[in-house]
C-alpha cells in the first residue's frame, strides 16, 4: 500500500509538474529567443527591445494606479460591508451577507460590458437618462478611463476582500472596544486605535490579494481601458500578440517575466502577512461575546446606502444586458423601447452566427470535458495531500497551488510556446490542457476538505477485506466525497465556460470560444449581439450548475437506498 501511494505521488508530480512548471519554463527561453519560428537561437535583444519601449513605461504606470486604486475600493467597501453586517443592528443582516458575494458569480467580463452599456459616453442607458433628465450637452460620466477601471475592477474584486474580512470582523472580542471607552475614548478614537489595529492582517491581506487580482486582469482592461486608450500590462501584452500582422512573441515574453515576478513578490507578501495572525488574537479560553452596536438615527440612512450599492452590483448588471439584447439599438427605457422589444433583434441573429454557434459548441464541450478530466485529476492530488503525509505529497501540493499565482494572460503566451511546435497547437486540446492546468486549484480545495472528512479507519478496513487500492477508492471513498465531487465540477465548468485570459492567447480560428466571441462583439460595437450571447453565457453556466446539482443528489439518493 505504502509502494503504491508512493508511485502514484511521483506520478502526479511528474504530471502536475509538466502542466505547471512546463508553461513558466518556456516563458523564461521564449523571453530570451529570437522569435516563434527560430526557438533556440537566444538573445537579450527581447529584453532591451521591451525596456526601452516609452509605452512600456505608460503601461507601467498606468497598472500601478489601477491595481492601487481598484485594491484600496474594494478594500474600504468591504471593510465598510462588513462592519455594518457583523456589528450593527442594520435591517435584513443576512440578506446583504449572500448579496455582497453575489457578483462573484457574474462572469467579470459580462460584469465589464454591463458598465460600457450604461455609461459609455455616447450612448450609454445612464447617460442618456441624465442628459435627457438635466438637459445637459454632453455625458456626465466617461466609463472608457482609468476612473471607470478603478471602479469596475473594485466592485469586482469586493466579495474576495468580503469574505476575507467579514470573519475576522465577526470574531472580534468587544471587550477591547470597550476597555477604551472606558478610559475615555469616544467611537472615532477606538475605531483607530483598537479596532483598525486588531483587524490589520485581514485589511492587508484583502488588499494584498486585490493587488495580484486586479495585475492579473484582462477583461476589465480590455472592455473599458482599450477603447479610452488607457494601456495596463495586460492589455499592453494582448496587442503585442493579438493586434497588427507580426506578432512579437518574445517581446511580450520578456514583458510577461515582470509581471510574472511582481505577482509571485506579492503573493509571498500575502501569505507572510497571513502567517503572522497569532500576533493578532482576540478569543482566548475566557470566552468572547459580540456586541451589535445600535445605529439609532443612522439605521435606514446606512439601509438605503447598502441597498443601492446591492442593486449596483447585481441588479443592473444582469439587467442591462437583458434589455439590451432586446431592443433594436441602444436607447432610453421607455413605453417605446419596450413597444419595440423582441427576440428576433439580436437572438436570431447571434444563432445565425456560425461562429457564434462553434463558440458557444467549444465553450460547452470545454464545459463539461475539461472540468470531468479536472475533477478526475484533482481527486487524485487532494488524496495525496491529505492522505499522504510526505516531503513529496508537500511539493505536490505546491506544484499544483503554483498556477493560482500567476496571471492568466501570462501563462496562456508560456503554453503557446509551449504547444507552438506541437500538433497540440490552435486545437481544443491546447486550451483543455490550459484550463485545467490554471484552474486546478479550484477542484482541489473543495476535494480535500471532503477527504480531511473520511477517516482513514475506512481505508484500512477495506483493506483487511482484500479490497485493492483502485477497489477502494471505488466502493468506498468515491461515494463518500459525491458532495465535494459535485462541487469540484461545479467550480471548474462554470470557470471553463466563462474563461478569458488564456483564451485570448491560445484561441485561433475554429476554436472560439464565448468569451473570445463576446470580446469581440464589443470590439466592433455589436452590443445587442455582446448582451444576447452574454445572457447565453449564464443560462449555459447556471444550466451546467443545475444538471450537476441534480446528478450530485441522485448519486446521494442512490448510495443512501443502498
Known sequence: MVQARSKLTYLLILIVGSLTLCPVVMLVLGSFSKGLTAFGSFTLDKYVQAYTDPEFFNAIANTIVF????????????????????????????????????????????????????????????????????????????????????????????????????????????????????????????????????????????????VVRSLASFSVPSVLGMPGRVYVLATYLYEMIAKGFAPDYGKAAAVGMSVLAASVILIIVYRALTSESEKYVTISSRGFRPAVVELKGARIPLFLVVGLLSMVLIVLPVAVLLYTSLVPYSMVPSARAFSLMSWKHHWTEVLEDPISVLSLRNSLILGVAGATLGVLLSVFVAYIIVKVRSTASGVLESLSYLSFSFPGIVIGIGFMWFFVQTPVYATLWALLIGYVATYMPYGIRPLSSAFVQIHSHLEESSRVCGASPLTTMRRILLPLLVPGIVSAWILMATMFVRELTLSVVLSRPGTEVLAVQILRFAEDGLWGKLSALGIMMILVSTGLVVVATLVGARFRFVEAAG
Open 67 to 210: 491595481v492601487l486604486g481598484s485594491s484600496t475600493l474594494a478594500t474600504g467597501l468591504a471593510l465598510f460591508l462588513a462592519y455594518l453586517n457583523n456589528r450593527t443592528d442594520i435591517p435584513f443582516k443576512f440578506l446583504f451577507q449572500i448579496i455582497s458575494i453575489i457578483p462573484m458569480m457574474i462572469p467579470h467580463l459580462l460584469f465589464s460590458v454591463s458598465w460600457a452599456l450604461l455609461l459609455n459616453p455616447s450612448n450609454g442607458i445612464m447617460n442618456l437618462v441624465l442628459q435627457q433628465a438635466f438637459s445637459l450637452d454632453s455625458a456626465p460620466f466617461n466609463i472608457y478611463s482609468m476612473a471607470g477601471m478603478i471602479l469596475v475592477e473594485g466592485l469586482l474584486d469586493l466579495p474576495v476582500a468580503y469574505l476575507i474580512i467579514a470573519p475576522a470582523m465577526g470574531s472580534f472580542d468587544v471587550s477591547l472596544e470597550e476597555s477604551s471607552r472606558v478610559f475615555g475614548a469616544g467611537p472615532w478614537l477606538t475605531l483607530r486605535r483598537v479596532t483598525l489595529p486588531v483587524l490589520r492582517p485581514a485589511i492587508l491581506a484583502a488588499f494584498i490579494l486585490g
